[in-house]
């Protein structure tokens, strides 16, 4: 019997127990063992009810065009649990001289496509519009070493672009700055685009083209999530594993490579595994690998992570009838606030709130206010309700009937410049240490579905070591 420890209990751990689990049921000769440090499973992924009310805590849904995450979800019976965001109400703003101003349509990402609501757009100064227009006429590109994504931005419609749009939009995925993360890592298709064909409009323009015409199917929503949140997702995997092999409260202090396998010292527990899938953050990978190889655990510590907060206040129906339609706002580093973006969560995703109650669901945090952590509740609430005052006006002026405030400390991994090179030195020095393997959010993407995707990827590669795998 072949023994394998999966460390940590979040959605890419769990991942991987799940496709071990499936060996096993299948009568391979195999077992495992999660251990997870907090007292429940699931990382991130956390779903509350308040006053009739659906309130994620942390991830709210995840992108459709990432197949993986779906796709688990209908091989644990959740398939007929998959809805879509309400994407006819779709409309985004950005906070712009203390206003909200609507995101022009046609805009892909954060490239425009249409002419026309991008040259009447009050988000824009001229400027930055004549920018756009001869940005169809920038030759293709082939940057010899990585950049900024605010370098890149910059390069095609100038900075005001970064500052409206890059950053805010990373902000909201990453929680990081433009002006670090790595166009390479964090956006490969735009520098595909731009060494193909130079502007990034014309290239947006010519898949969309290829697209429609492969494909006669439907639009999809652009976000994908579970009737009962995403803690749905969590559940139903945790009842798909062996409950004799998930041990929560069990913090795993270090692995060591010993005897052709692994020595795993968690809490009060030493035990002897076959090999080890450390699905945790990065930051505490790096400390487990201590001993065990100081290069790659320094590699690993490299690898920056912010903290965020997110902040849910729940309205009755007067203050519902006088919010602005649409998914929500992003807020520029040039508006001078501590909130970085807000969904109005009764629009994107209805059924989370009876009718008559509006859910505002805000985030702080991010690279740049790592100090927000240190604020109690009623200060981050007292910031969020001031803002939001100011940014959305007087229908915030109203008590909210509910609050909850969550905080996730260096949970969000920053894809820096030279992100892709680390992770071939990563790999490299992994692959000298038979029966170990990694997964998580701080390799090859940040997302829901990136993370089952590596759960999965990781329980594989430790399987076809073992001489166990067939894809099934
Ligand atoms: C506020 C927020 C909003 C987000 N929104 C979205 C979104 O809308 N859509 C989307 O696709 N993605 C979103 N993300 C990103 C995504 O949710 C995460 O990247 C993903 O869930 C991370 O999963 P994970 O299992 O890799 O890590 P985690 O969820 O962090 O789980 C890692 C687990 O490892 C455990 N652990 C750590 N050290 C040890 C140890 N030594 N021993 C044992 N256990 C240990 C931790 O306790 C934790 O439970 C969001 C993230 C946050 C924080």
């Not at 320094?298 to 203050?319: A, F, M, N, P």
């Amino acid at each position: 019997m072949k023994r394998i420890a999966i460390i940590g209990g979040g959605i890419s751990g769990l991942s991987a127990a799940y496709e071990i689990e499936k060996k096993r049921q299948s009568g391979t000769p195999v077992e495992y063992i999660l251990f997870e440090s907090s007292p429940r499973l699931g990382g991130v992924l956390v779903t509350d009810r308040v006053d009739g009310c659906l309130i994620e805590a942390g991830p709210d849904s995840f992108l459709t065009e990432k197949p993986w995450a779906a796709d688990l979800c209908r091989k644990i019976g959740l398939g007929d649990q998959l809805i879509g965001s309400n994407d006819a109400d779709r409309k985004t703003y950005i906070v712009a001289k203390n206003k909200l101003v609507v995101m022009p349509d046609g805009l892909m990402f954060m490239v425009p496509t249409k002419i026309m609501p991008t040259v009447f757009s009050p988000l824009f100064s001229l400027r930055t519009k004549i920018r756009m227009a001869a940005e169809w006429f920038h030759p293709p590109h082939k940057a010899s070493e990585d950049e900024t994504v605010a370098e890149m931005v910059k390069r095609h419609y100038g900075s005001e672009m970064v500052d409206l749009l890059a950053d805010p939009l990373l902000s909201g995925v990453y929680g990081g700055e433009a002006s670090q993360l790595s166009v390479r890592a964090v956006l490969p298709r735009f520098a595909d685009m731009e060494s193909k064909h130079g502007s990034l409009g014309r290239a947006m323009l010519a898949a969309r083209k290829k697209m429609g015409t492969a494909a006669h199917v439907p639009a999809r929503p652009l976000f994908t999530s579970l009737k009962e949140g995403m803690q749905q997702m969590v559940d139903a995997l945790v009842a798909r594993l062996d409950a004799n092999a998930l041990k929560t409260s069990s913090p795993v202090l270090s692995v060591i490579p010993q005897d052709n396998g692994w020595t795993v010292c968690a809490k009060y527990k030493t035990d002897h595994f076959d090999a080890v899938i450390i699905a945790t953050p990065t930051h505490a990978a790096a400390a487990l690998l201590e001993t065990a190889d100081e290069k790659l655990s320094r590699d690993l510590s490299e690898i920056q992570y912010s903290s965020s907060v997110t902040v849910t206040l729940g309205y009755d129906e007067k203050v519902r009838g006088s919010l602005p339609p649409g998914f929500g706002f992003l807020v520029p580093r040039s508006a001078g606030r501590r909130m970085l973006a807000a969904t109005f969560v009764h629009n994107k995703f209805p059924h989370r709130a009876p009718e008559n109650r509006a859910i505002v669901r805000c985030f702080l945090g991010g690279a740049r206010d790592e100090q927000i952590l240190q604020s109690s509740e009623n200060e981050i609430l007292q910031i969020v309700r001031d803002e939001l005052r100011q940014i959305v006006g007087n229908a915030l002026d109203a008590e909210p009937l509910f609050a909850r405030v969550y905080k996730w400390k260096s949970a969000m991994a920053q894809y820096s410049v030279g992100h892709l090179e680390r992770l071939q030195r990563i790999e490299s020095l992994r692959q000298k240490l038979a029966g170990l393997a990694l997964a998580g959010n701080g390799y090859s993407g940040i997302g829901v579905p990136d993370c089952v995707r590596s759960g999965a990827e990781a329980a594989g590669k430790i399987l076809a070591d073992m001489g166990m795998w067939s894809a099934a």
